[in-house]
C-alpha cells in the first residue's frame, strides 16, 4: 500500500519537464520493470538550482522522482551527491519492498545527472 505522500506525488508531481540549457542531464532504466527516468540540473556556484524530471514508469517511479528533485534543489553537489535511495523511500514514508528499486533510480539517476555535470565542467 502506498502512503499519502506517494500518492500526493503521484498525483501531483513536482518539476515535472525538460531544462534546456540543462548543466547535467541524467537517465538510468531498469529493464525489468521497464521504468526509465531523466533528470536534469541547473548549477550556479555549485549549487543545485533547479531540477527537472521525466519519468516512463508506474506511480511510485513518479513519486520517487517528485520527491528527489524536492531534495536537491537548494544543495550543494557535494551535498545532493550524498543522498541515497533510502532517504528518498523515507521521505515517502516509505514503499512496499516491491517498489524499492524505484527509490534506486531516482537517487542513481540523479547521481549520474551530476556525473554529467561534472563531466561537462571539467
Known sequence: MY???V???FQNPRNVGE???AD???EVGNVKCGDIMRIYLKVTD????????????CGAAIATSSVITEMAVGKTIEE?????NKQVADE???LPPVKMHCSNLAADA?????????ENNK
Request: glycine share 12%; charged share 35%; aromatic share 8%.
Open 19 to 21: 531544462i534546456k540549457d
Open 46 to 57: 555549485n549549487v543545485i538550482k533547479d531540477v527537472k524530471f521525466r519519468t516512463f514508469g
Open 80 to 84: 545532493a551527491l550524498e543522498l541515497t
Open 92 to 94: 515517502l514514508g516509505g
Open 110 to 118: 540523479l547521481k549520474t545527472a551530476i556525473e554529467d555535470y561534472k
Open 7 to 9: 500518492m500526493d506525488h
Open 24 to 26: 547535467g542531464v541524467g
Open 3 to 5: 502512503t499519502e505522500k
